[in-house]
T-cell receptor
Framework: ELKVEQNPLFLSMQEGKNYTIYCNYS?????LYWYRQDPGKSLESLFV?????AVKQEGRLMASLDTKARLSTLHITAAVHDLSATYFC???????????FGQGTRLTINP | NAGVTQTPKFQVLKTGQSMTLQCAQD?????MSWYRQDPGMGLRLIHY???????DQGEVPNGYNVSRSTTEDFPLRLLSAAPSQTSVYFC???????????FGPGTRLTVL
């Protein structure tokens, strides 16, 4: 059974600081997705990582995938308040985008 | 493009009632999925489809049926609603397994 675990589950940080969210998964996969969700809203796709060593960056967010370690990271650089949200990773363990989601990391960025 | 649309936005059912949650997309996406989101549990896949006429079960399919007669539509049917099905339901679509999923706005369902 594929399990996906994120840590931390809650993160409060100051503007301007850097931090990393970790996503570990239990079985082999080379497809991993990151999403953002604002309170009471739907999910927005951030990154699709399709191979070992994949790295993608958008603004202050950078995601990477290490399939051998079964680990993806979402790094936040010089955080700003607008990045406050819940971040989810999801793993495609079987193909066909049959995704298993992590529990989510609720990120709060304080001025 | 309207993207992924879901109706209704809110619904209250009594235990034992049945209903259909509607999902449609106008992006000609082959892949469509239904998820439920419960507090503290992330999203869980209910059913998914890789094209018209093709559906398969996800992680939590019991109590739900789907069909995919057209590329655009992917309705989710609750056969006999139970309080455990109280949740927020999201529909998503994508071009394929290597592509990002686009999510609908969600349906908040309460079963009394």
């Amino acid at each position: 059974e594929l399990k996906v675990e994120q840590n931390p589950l809650f993160l409060s940080m100051q503007e301007g600081k850097n931090y990393t969210i970790y996503c570990n998964y239990s079985t082999t996969s080379d497809r991993l997705y990151w999403y953002r969700q604002d309170p009471g809203k739907s999910l927005e796709s951030l990154f699709v990582l399709l191979s070992n060593g994949a790295v993608k960056q958008e603004g202050r967010l950078m995601a990477s995938l290490d399939t051998k370690a079964r680990l993806s990271t979402l790094h936040i650089t010089a955080a700003v308040h607008d990045l406050s949200a819940t971040y989810f990773c999801a793993v495609d363990g079987w193909g066909a985008q049959k995704l298993v989601f992590g529990q989510g990391t609720r990120l709060t960025i304080n001025p | 493009n309207a993207g992924v649309t879901q109706t209704p936005k809110f619904q209250v059912l009594k235990t034992g009632q049945s209903m259909t949650l509607q999902c449609a997309q106008d992006m000609n996406h082959e892949y469509m999925s239904w998820y439920r989101q419960d507090p503290g549990m992330g999203l869980r896949l209910i059913h998914y489809s890789v094209g018209a006429g093709i559906t398969d079960q996800g992680e939590v399919p019991n109590g739900y049926n789907v069909s995919r007669s057209t590329t655009e539509d992917f309705p989710l049917r609750l056969l006999s609603a139970a309080p455990s099905q109280t949740s927020v339901y999201f529909c998503a679509s994508s071009y394929g397994r290597d592509n990002e999923q686009f999510f609908g706005p969600g349906t908040r369902l309460t079963v009394l």
